[in-house]
């Protein structure tokens, strides 16, 4: 029996966020500077999609939405870079909490570009999830780490930018996105880095990371857009806020305090009866009520 598009569209973000939840752990295993690993993660991620992109008619998605399809594009790119020099500047749990914003962003650009209501649960679940962040900034200490606050706000306001545009046009194919994303960062990057320079461990790290962690946590994330509200999908990036604390505390010993303890178990509780509360009203309507639109993948 095949999965009702809400489901689908939850079994997909939730996947692409526990790999995403690696990205801080592997950042810190890197061991280099900040646009290095931006240049090399980007060049990873478009050799893994880039030749994927030209097959089956992908990249003719794009060209039926030039403008919406390089506004993407360059959101990815800012995205994967504002990440990186978030964690070069300040801890993985101050800004995997800050990112965890994103739906808020998600849902005040659905509301504006897209007239798209806002369910009474997300709003709910939104505003239980920004006290357990509230708890987790208490138990953080933000001294010397404004810059990297200011890069983890501009990336979570970008991924709830990029989620809501996505929402608008599901028939662009993300693959081709997410590839261009990463070549656009790359050169940028590339004036301010040192790729030549790494160790063997480094380029591993890096390689993991560009070709397979980054590549599928986005494509699973961006793709789940085309079955759930830009709002709910970036709801989904405050399990990263719980799981991309606990990596690093476990293996790099970066431990979160009593606070943030509570914080992520506030987070994790509301994600749960918010996807059972969407479970539920998903039963009382038809099942093609949650996709806007037939895509070609």
């Known amino acids: 029996m ?96 800050i990112l965890s914003s994103a739906p808020l962003f998600a849902a005040l650009f659905s509301r504006l570009f897209l007239r798209e209501r806002v369910p009474y649960r997300t709003v709910l679940a939104i505003a239980a999830c920004m006290v357990g962040m509230l708890l987790v900034f208490m138990g953080s200490e933000t001294g010397g780490m404004l810059a990297g606050n200011i890069y983890a706000l501009a990336a979570a306001a970008a991924v709830g930018g990029n989620l809501t545009l996505l929402r608008r046009y599901p028939t662009i194919d ?25 160790s063997g461990h480094s380029y591993g790290v890096l390689a993991l990371m560009g070709l397979l962690q980054m590549p599928l946590a986005t494509v699973l994330i961006n793709n789940a857009t085309r079955y759930l509200p830009s709002a709910e999908v970036a709801l989904f990036y405050l399990v990263e806020t719980v799981l991309g604390t606990l990596w690093v505390w476990w293996l790099l010993g970066e431990s979160p305090t009593a606070a943030s303890l509570l914080g ?16 539920r009203s998903e039963g009382k309507t038809a099942p093609t009520d949650s996709v806007l639109t037939k895509s070609p993948t």
């Open 2 to 97: 095949p999965m009702r598009p809400y489901r689908r569209g939850l079994a997909m973000v939730f996947t692409g966020i526990v790999f995403l939840s690696f990205d801080g752990l592997l950042i810190r295993l890197a061991g280099t500077e900040g646009w290095t690993i931006v240049f090399w993660r980007g060049i990873f991620m478009f050799c893994a999609l880039g030749l994927l992109s030209c097959l089956g008619g992908r990249l003719a998605t794009l060209r039926s939405h030039p403008e919406a399809s390089l506004a993407s594009a360059v959101l990815l790119g800012l995205i994967s870079s504002l990440f990186v020099l978030a964690i070069m500047h300040a801890s993985v749990a101050n800004v995997v909490v």
């Open 174 to 198: 993300r693959i081709p996105l997410i590839a261009g994303g990463g070549i656009l960062a790359a050169v940028v990057a590339l004036p301010m880095a040192s790729p030549l320079t790494l």
């Open 264 to 279: 992520g178990a506030v987070i994790i509780m509301a994600l749960l009866v918010h996807a059972w509360l969407g479970l």
